[in-house]
């Protein structure tokens, strides 16, 4: 038996009873009040209009993401749809978004539309322009990407809690796309790739999550939460909570939680093949089994998404973009909010391999900038 305290966020003292009957508590973590804005920028995707229209269970999930100019002129972003190369492949090409009257409206692309990852990972991306006073949309912005540093910096890995937003087909609404939240945990960081059933081997990380069909191309985002001061005690003592593996050093100072960051996209569940038994002799039927899902998902990372999202491609696009709409807004009079400095040129070449890292810096320090200005 348990009772969880209502101490708000999910977080709070859970008092449990031994085999004896003799109560004993433990903590649990919180887990944030997911922002509903998130589910904004979550879209579905179809093979055709007609199977928008119905809601058929087929096709899957994509996110929107906005790419900045170059001159991060208070413009609104270029926008892309970040999705799976699979489902493209499979010719789910059709974008079912949300509209302010609260209704939907289905967007055919083309396949030619899409950009996919130069090495084959697992990722689509398409540069969207949506109408904003009827499509209702939000995006993930830069700031929303971690960098590699960050992932090192705190020690982020192996039982950090994730989410991720996506289509469940059972329950994804018919006027409107409503989005489902599931959560999990990391239980395998990057390492041996996954082989694809067209041979290509995924880089990967394993989440603790049962992704099922529909759920592909939802994004999925870690946090870190903040951690509780420690009560007065004395310096034996605390040396000795400081050993506890639950406690990182690089986590003991965060008075705020850090994140959400994208961590990635999924892309897969993990499925095993369980034999089928006759019913009459109990002995395996050959060459027959049914396909079990783990509960292992398995997700792209951030970083491959990144290489398509912002290439410079996108960035290029992004800042013909904010171009064309400064010249518009200069026409009409309207003025608009400048950062007060314009970020260094970016080098996008692989001379640098720590262009991806100087690029997220640069975009941040400028976006910040802005925000001081207005």
Not at 158 to 183: C, H
Not at 216 to 228: E, L, R
Not at 237 to 259: A, F, K, S, W
Request: hydrophobic share 35%.
């Amino acid at each position: 038996m348990v009772y969880r305290g209502n101490l708000g966020g999910g977080s709070g003292w859970v008092t449990r009873y031994s085999l004896r009957g003799y109560p004993y508590r433990t903590w649990s973590p919180p887990m944030p009040r997911i922002d509903d804005e998130l589910l904004e920028s979550i879209v579905y995707l179809y093979p055709s209009e007609a199977d928008a229209e119905d809601g058929k269970k087929l096709g899957g999930t994509g996110f929107v993401v906005g790419v900045p100019g170059k001159n991060l002129q208070g413009i609104a972003p270029l926008l892309c749809v970040v999705t799976n190369k699979h489902l493209i492949d499979n010719g789910s090409t059709v974008v079912r978004v949300n509209t302010r009257d609260g209704r939907m409206d289905i967007l055919a692309t083309d396949e030619r539309d899409w950009r996919l990852h130069p090495a084959g990972d697992d990722i689509a991306v398409c540069p969207i322009e949506l109408d904003h006073f009827r499509h209702k949309a939000n995006y993930i912005s830069l700031l929303t990407f971690p960098s590699r540093k960050d992932i090192e910096h705190f020690k982020i890995g192996i039982g950090d809690d994730v989410y991720f937003a996506g289509r469940f087909v059972n329950r994804e609404g018919k006027q409107r796309n409503i989005p489902t939240l599931r959560f999990g945990t990391i239980a395998q960081m990057p390492g041996d790739a996954i082989e694809l059933e067209n041979g290509y081997k995924q880089e990967s990380f394993l989440i603790e999550a049962r992704s099922i069909a529909g759920f592909s191309g939802s994004p999925v985002f870690v946090w870190i939460p903040a951690v509780t001061p420690l009560p007065p005690m004395s310096d034996v003592v605390r040396q000795n909570v400081m050993r506890l593996p639950n406690i990182r050093p690089e986590r003991q100072n965060l008075t705020l939680p850090m994140g959400p960051w994208l961590l990635g996209i999924d892309y897969c569940h993990i499925q095993s093949r369980e034999p089928v038994y006759s019913a009459r002799t109990d002995d395996p039927v050959p060459d027959l089994y049914i396909k079990s899902n783990t509960g292992l998902m398995g997700v792209v990372p951030f970083w491959k998404i990144y290489d398509v999202v912002f290439s410079k491609e996108m960035h290029d696009l992004a800042t013909e973009r904010e171009s064309e709409m400064a010249k518009k807004f200069s026409d009409s009079g309207v003025s608009l909010d400048r950062a007060a400095e314009k970020p260094k040129a970016v080098p996008t070449n692989d001379s640098n391999p720590a262009h991806k890292e100087d690029f997220t810096a640069l975009l941040g320090e400028a976006a910040r900038k802005q925000k001081q200005d207005d």
